[in-house]
């Protein structure tokens, strides 16, 4: 519980700081692009043990507004890393995944709201942390494929830096992080 109150006050003064730093209008088109490309850290909680959970995320615009609708679409790479523990077993995830996301376009421009669908592989492994001798316990958590989802949205307060949010159903569950233009 201690954990989770650190995350979430983490996610409020984040985002409070940034929009002590947003300016109230771009004077720059922010609009998602071909051949754009955003890169960035994240924090969020996972959706196992409820653990804080690390990663990175890479997009890059692969079909113009128009060409799919009003919107975008961006291929997005993902990486997530969270660990936990309970009495006796220590776990720990490092995923890997691709994301097809649709950008919705917006009025305002420093806005980016978007939906994917993404499938990936997860790598989870198990320690004994408990007393005694070690034995082989598979918690029900394989290494494996597994489908996510997600709908987010991008602040750009800069051409170049945006926060960004996530929810969504897969390994992490909530996710706020930074992400910079290439």
Not at 58 to 84: A, L, T
């Amino acid at each position: 519980m201690f954990i989770k109150s650190i995350v979430f006050t983490s996610i409020f003064l984040f985002f409070s700081t940034l929009s002590g730093l947003a300016q109230s209008t771009l004077h720059q088109d922010t609009t998602f692009t071909k051949g754009e490309m955003l890169l960035g850290p994240h924090i969020g909680l996972a959706a196992f043990g409820s653990a804080p959970s690390f990663g990175a995320n890479f997009e890059e615009g692969i079909m113009n507004p128009g060409e799919v609708g009003p919107g975008s679409i961006g291929i997005s790479g993902r990486v997530d890393y969270f660990s936990f523990s309970d009495v006796d077993w220590r776990y720990t995830w490092i995923a890997v995944g691709v994301f097809a996301n649709y950008h919705f376009q917006m009025s305002d421009k420093a806005w980016d709201p978007f939906v994917g669908l993404g499938l990936g592989y997860e790598n989870v492994s198990e320690s004994w942390a408990g007393e005694g001798l070690s034995y082989n316990y598979n918690g029900g958590w394989n290494s494996g494929l597994y489908l996510a989802g997600d709908a987010g949205i991008r602040y750009f307060f800069s051409p170049s830096m945006a926060a960004r949010a996530q929810l969504g159903f897969g390994i992490t569950y909530l996710v706020v992080g930074l992400d910079f233009r290439l």
